[in-house]
């Protein structure tokens, strides 16, 4: 997504993602981690892939950071937003991890197998990669689907859709 | 509360909720879909992974377009309906009621859709049980006439409790009070839960092996065995006509209908016994009898007759009416053999009258709504048809007689029984016969049979029919799905459904211990759901009547047309030939 246009108070987005999104569809976070470094990116290009093998996609563009990261791990969490969980999708989607430290701002906590999860999302799911086809500017990640955690606090919200960040 | 997740469900990655749409070799195909998503931006493209074992995967695999509907909150009920709906039922879009339309694209889309894209398949990449197509958006039409509406989400179709908004209160209600997550935590430290494994869950509940989907496409991707489907509601008569009885046997239970059939129906009775026909020609309120057949149809206050003959005289009745322009309702079965079958067809056709045969089993309103509800998927895919009509009976005449007769009891009764199957479970490809030993000896047809039929489309049927021992209390028609069992009652004005899943009921006494007490708490009426077709007659006679007087009046084709009880004497006369060669026999497709 692109860079974050406002200030402050309500953030104020100019992503093309949204502008020029054709389809309705929930909004995630792509969480990487490599070393010492971890990145979250707002996402809306993920879904399921089979149910045998267990697996998922998300399409990232390439010019993104978390794609860089991504080149360097073949491990990634995907967690699913809930409707009341827009401010984060607007930061995390408007403003680049090599610009700042976006997880930092975040509540996030390691499962036991070491990979970030998010607190009060509908859902996190750990996955590994295990195929990556070239779209053009953007890579489809299929990604095997390890674990995942649900917050029952807040399975009685809804996704988070784009068209929740366009109002 | 953090809670591990089970299933892929459980990530929550299904979002929105859409139809996708294909024009299929035999129609449209399509698929309820909440996995698929944009997936580039320039050029704008999104990807779709439909189940390799519905009708739409091979659709598109074959034209590589398709639309993408993604359905409004208000289709709850369709999504629902759609993911009951069996795999293999033909046109569910009608099933589901959606209205599809056709624009220049030529690729059908759903009217009512939030939003349409209309797609052509890029490329496709193997991905285990599913593939995913990766497609280009050719154009993305939005429906201004529900322009803010939300999209449906899967969440909201998993719930399919018939009071969703009190249920997800009632849920939300025990969530944030904590109690949810407090009988979670007590349950697991009485019962702990196995460690959570998405992979084999998921794979347990919906996954499949390459193996596993050859044999799940085996008996056809499609069920289209069925051809006929009966009548949405009786007929109803416009126009005041003249309807002859012949025959003062069976012929006084035409009466009887007729009369409930429409006041506007005036009555005639022909018969050979004067004082019998006469008598009958009181009772029931005609307006004249006739003692002679040709003196019958020629009468000019006469439309129409009705044949309750002898089976050996079918065919020269219904020349005599045909000749005289006469429309004629003829019992079952339509003749004793195909050759007598095609020659009163033809002598209708050429005279331009109607000939229908009367087989109440197409009416009977049990039977109509166990089709619907093995359309609409409540027992899943139909598996097997077992019929059983039993009843010690004694012919005499010309019943006893197995050359006007046709046969024995499987030409008498089977008729009803192979048109029941039709019906319910489709054409049959094959039947094996046998039967027990002769008891009637005052009889020269069969006294008793038993067939086996078998369709390349995966389903079994089987016939056990006997005038010399009884049924006892036992349905003439069970219909074994995957998902439950139908039970037909002869004679009777309900019909029982009996899901496989438990019922309220049974669930809370599953759990009673001990399990002594338990097998005497469980009695087998508890997961029975008796339905009530609300339909003034339940035998089908009413309504096989109601749709030959509307037809007559109407000068319009019957529902049924008189190539139904060909088809119907084709197959029984398969079952001689397998009974006479003690092996399976070919049925034909039907033409």
């Known amino acids: 997504m692109e860079r974050w246009q406002g200030q402050q108070g309500e953030p104020k987005l100019s992503s093309p993602y949204i502008e020029n999104s054709i389809i309705e569809s929930a909004v995630g976070l792509v969480l990487v981690k490599t070393g010492e470094v971890a990145n979250a990116m707002t996402v809306s290009f993920f879904s399921e892939v089979a149910h045998h093998p267990t697996a998922l996609w998300v399409s990232i563009a390439k010019a993104s950071y978390t794609h860089s990261l991504l080149d360097q791990t073949s491990e990634f969490s995907l967690v699913v937003l809930n409707q009341n969980q827009k401010q984060i999708a607007l930061r995390c989607g408007t403003a680049s991890g090599r610009d700042q430290d976006k997880c930092s701002h975040l509540e996030l906590y390691q499962n036991h197998a070491g990979f970030l999860f998010l607190e009060n999302a509908l859902a996190s799911t750990s996955c590994r990669v295990q195929q990556r086809l070239d779209l053009g500017d953007h890579t489809l990640f299929v990604g095997e689907i390890l674990e995942s955690e649900l917050e029952s606090r807040t399975s009685h919200l809804r996704q988070l859709l784009i068209s929740d960040l366009k109002n | 509360m953090r809670w591990p997740g089970r299933t892929i469900w459980d990530t929550r990655i ?244 007729l009369r409930m059939a429409s006041p506007r129906v005036r009555l005639f009775v022909c018969g050979r016994n004067q004082a019998k026909t006469e008598r009958i020609a009181k009772i029931s309120g005609a307006e004249g009898c006739f003692f002679d057949l040709e003196q019958a149809v020629n009468d000019e206050r006469v439309n129409a007759v009705t044949l309750a003959l002898p089976h050996d005289v079918h065919r020269s009745a219904v020349e005599l009416a045909a000749s005289a322009g006469k429309h004629a309702l003829v019992e079952k079965p339509i003749a004793t053999d195909l050759a007598d079958a095609d020659a009163m067809i033809a002598a209708a056709k050429r005279a331009g009258t109607i000939l229908m045969v009367a087989e109440d089993m197409h009416f009977r309103p049990a039977v109509r709504e166990a089709v619907q509800m093995i359309s609409s998927g409540a027992i899943g895919e139909p598996l097997y048809f077992m019929a059983h009509s039993a009843g010690v009976r004694r012919p005499s005449g010309w019943a006893a007689d197995k050359d006007r007769l046709g046969g024995g009891v499987l030409m008498d009764i089977g008729v009803h029984y192979v048109r029941a199957l039709r019906l319910l479970m489709g054409e049959p490809d094959s039947v094996f016969a046998s039967r027990s030993m002769q008891i009637n000896t005052k009889m020269s047809g069969e006294d008793s049979a038993q067939l086996v039929f078998s369709s390349r489309f995966g389903w079994e049927g089987h016939m056990l029919l006997s005038w010399s021992s009884q049924r006892g209390h036992l349905p003439d028609i069970v219909i074994a799905g995957e998902r439950g069992t139908i039970y037909l009652w002869p004679g009777a004005r309900y019909f029982d459904f009996y899901p496989v899943k438990p019922r309220f009921l049974t669930q809370m006494i599953s759990y009673v211990r001990p399990y002594s007490l338990q097998t ?38 019957p529902v049924t047309p008189p190539e139904d009880g060909r088809r119907d004497l084709e197959i029984i006369t398969r079952c001689y030939e397998a009974l006479a060669l003690g092996r399976p026999v070919e049925i034909d497709s039907i033409r």
């Open chain 2, 520 to 557: 005497r708490l469980m009695k087998p009426g508890l997961q029975r759901v008796r339905l009530h077709p609300s339909d003034r007659d339940h035998t089908g006679y009413l309504g096989e009547m109601q749709e030959f007087v509307a037809a007559v009046s109407e000068d319009r084709a």
């Open chain 2, 14 to 257: 299904q979002g929105v909720c859409g139809i996708l749409t294909v024009a299929g070799d035999e129609g449209i195909e399509i698929f309820g879909s909440a996995s698929f998503a944009q997936v580039s931006l320039d050029p704008p493209r999104v990807i779709v992974n439909p189940n390799r074992t519905y009708g739409f995967e091979p659709a598109l695999r074959q034209t590589g377009r398709f639309a993408l509907n993604v359905l409004p909150a208000n289709s709850r009920k369709q999504m629902i309906q759609w993911m009951r709906i069996r795999r293999r039922e033909p046109q569910k879009e009608k099933q589901l009621g959606l209205k599809m339309v056709e624009d220049h694209h030529q690729i059908p889309f759903v009217a009512d859709s939030l939003r349409t894209l209309f797609c052509e398949v890029e490329s496709t990449q193997d991905s285990g049980d599913r593939k995913l197509y990766i497609a280009r958006v050719i154009e993305s039409r939005v429906n201004r006439a529900l322009e803010g509406q939300l999209p449906l989400l899967f969440s909201q179709v998993t719930d399919d409790s018939t009071h969703p908004r009190l249920r997800r209160l009632f849920r939300t209600t025990l969530l944030l009070s904590g109690a949810l997550d407090g009988s979670k935590k007590l349950k697991q430290k009485f019962r702990p839960a196995q460690p959570a494994n998405i992979a084999k869950t998921t794979y347990d509940e919906a996954g499949a092996t390459e193996p596993e989907i050859e044999t799940i496409l085996k008996p056809g991707i499609t069920d289209r065995s069925r051809y006929l489907t009966p009548p949405a509601a009786p007929a109803i008569l416009t126009r005041s006509i003249g309807v002859c009885v012949v025959g003062t046997g069976w012929g006084q239970t035409h009466t009887q209908y």
